[in-house]
Structures are given as C-alpha cells and as structure tokens.
Nanobody, 123 residues
Framework: QVQLVESGGGLVQAGGSLRLSCAVS????????MGWFRQAPGKEREFVGA????????YYADSVKGRFTIARDYALNTVNLQMNSLKPEDTAVYYC????????????????WGQGTQVTVSS
C-alpha cells in the first residue's frame, strides 16, 4: 500500500508559479514511478509528468515541457511539481499517483492515487 497526499494548489494569475507537493508514505520501491496527472472539468485525466522514485529520471507531457519540473525531496519524502509560466489552460485538479509498471502515461498504469488539489489560473 502507498498513501499519497497532495498539497499546494490555489489560485494564481497567468504567468505565475505554484509548487505542488505530494507526501508519500507506505511501501515504495526504488523502481516505482510517481506521476502527476490533471483533470479539467469535462475532460479526461491527462498525464503531466513522472519521476522514478529511486532516481532522477523524469518524463513530461509536451504541453508542460520547459515550464513544469518534477523533483523528489528525499528529506521530506515528497514528490514536488514546480509549475512556472502558468496558463489558464493549466487549470485543473492535479493528482499524484504511484505506479509499479514504469513511467506510464496512462492513468491505468497507476495503482495508487492522492485525493487531488485544485489549481486555478486566471487570465
């Protein structure tokens, strides 16, 4: 079992920044992948990026590449999503998730999910 709790969402103006944090507890392995997804109203859950729990390999969706950065905080046991140059189309509920199957881009590849945190970007 892996427990995930997101925090850090909020309201920000376009061009601004936010940092989301996902606190990870429970049984994790170095080859787990921690992913970030987002879901806007009326849309499917969308892959944002992922990081290998035991390393630094990262993967990003084209829509956020160069603006978002995923990193692990070993001291706090968190996975953080730094979001810069935010756009109104980044507005969504953001979820972190844990996968045992490698850097999956489909939500079906993730076994554990957090409750989500709302990010709203105003124009």
């Amino acid at each position: 079992q892996v427990q995930l709790v997101e925090s850090g969402g909020g309201l920000v103006q376009a061009g601004g920044s936010l940092r989301l944090s996902c606190a990870v507890s429970g049984r994790t392995f170095s080859n787990n992948y921690m992913g970030w997804f987002r879901q806007a109203p009326g849309k499917e859950r969308e892959f944002v990026g992922a990081i290998m729990w035991g390393g630094s390999s990262t993967y990003y969706a084209d829509s956020v590449k160069g603006r978002f950065t995923i990193a692990r905080d070993y001291a706090l046991n968190t996975v953080n999503l730094q979001m810069n140059s935010l756009k109104p189309e980044d507005t969504a509920v953001y979820y972190c998730a844990a996968s045992y199957q490698g850097p999956q881009t489909s939500p079906l590849g993730y076994a554990y999910w957090g409750q989500g945190t709302q990010v709203t970007v105003s124009s």
